[in-house]
């Protein structure tokens, strides 16, 4: 018998502190079920390709184990895009109506504030789960020294100072009810909507960190960028800063 999303059991476990909520998850997840992991800090955060991810007291770190085995291979190229869509929208629902415009997405599912980053998100697989590990600053934008993207905080838009496990709950339950719905066929229409456009990033792993604009994603959920020679590039993944 087939298992929908709807009949799936789902977990919470939090923490005060804890090394990263990535591995609690790899350890707590078992087959068939979601789960959520709320940490208040860690001491091990991490980010893309070994980055750190710096996780102070006053925001919100959380993984969600999905099963891997209710995600159609379709669906999971656009993954990354539908994770960015979820939290922008999740998050816009924690801040004052007239600030939710200024939340925007940045290839593929960073939310930036006023063009800094607010939180960023980590996915990884096994066999029977995909992790969906994201950290939102809430209270606390710590200072960005190694050549990433500044940094904010979701208190700077107006959300409030103890919002952060809610928000990490509500995003759980919005993700399961908009993976219990089939996918949106126009899936990067819908996340270009919510994009930062028309700003200059720059490619943070290249030599000399070229700059560019983005300039459109495909059906894919690729990113087409112009260097400033005229140049047009399609990215598949790349760190934008
Ligand atoms: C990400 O990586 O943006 C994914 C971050 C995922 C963190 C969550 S927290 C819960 C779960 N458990 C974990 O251990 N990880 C996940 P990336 O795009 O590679 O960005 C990393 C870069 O962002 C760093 O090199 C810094 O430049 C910058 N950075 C680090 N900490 C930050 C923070 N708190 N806020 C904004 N930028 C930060």
Not at 18 to 32: C, L, V, Y
Not at 81 to 88: A, F, N, P, T, Y
Not at 193 to 198: E, T
Request: hydrophobic share 40%; proline share 6%.
């Amino acid at each position: 018998m087939r298992v929908t999303f709807r009949e799936m059991r789902a977990r919470h476990l939090h923490f005060d502190e804890i090394g990263s909520t990535m591995d609690a998850a790899r350890r707590e997840a078992k087959i068939g079920h979601f789960l959520l992991i709320t940490a208040e800090s860690q001491t091990r955060g991490r980010g893309t390709r070994g980055r750190p991810w710096k996780s102070p007291k006053g925001n919100i770190y959380f993984t969600i184990a999905v099963p891997r085995r209710l995600l159609p291979a379709a669906r999971l190229s656009l993954y990354p895009l539908e994770m960015g869509i979820v939290l922008r929208k999740t998050a816009a629902s924690f801040l004052p109506p007239a600030n939710r415009e200024n939340l925007k997405l940045k290839w593929p599912n960073d939310l930036l504030w006023e063009g800094r980053k607010a939180a960023g998100t980590l996915m990884e697989s096994t066999a029977d789960h995909l992790f969906v590990g994201i950290g939102i600053n809430v209270r606390e934008a710590p200072s960005i020294t190694d050549g990433g993207t500044p940094s904010a905080c979701l208190v700077e838009g107006g959300a409030a100072a103890d919002c952060g496990l809610a928000l990490a709950k509500s995003f759980f339950a919005d993700l399961q009810s908009r993976l219990a719905s089939p996918a949106l066929e126009n899936l990067p229409t819908e996340w270009k909507a919510k994009a930062l456009w028309n700003k200059h990033f720059h490619l943070r792993d290249r030599a000399d960190r070229p700059r560019i604009f983005p300039v459109d994603v495909n059906s894919e959920g690729h990113l087409r960028v112009r260097f400033d020679d005229g140049r047009e590039e399609w990215l598949v993944s790349e760190y934008l800063a």
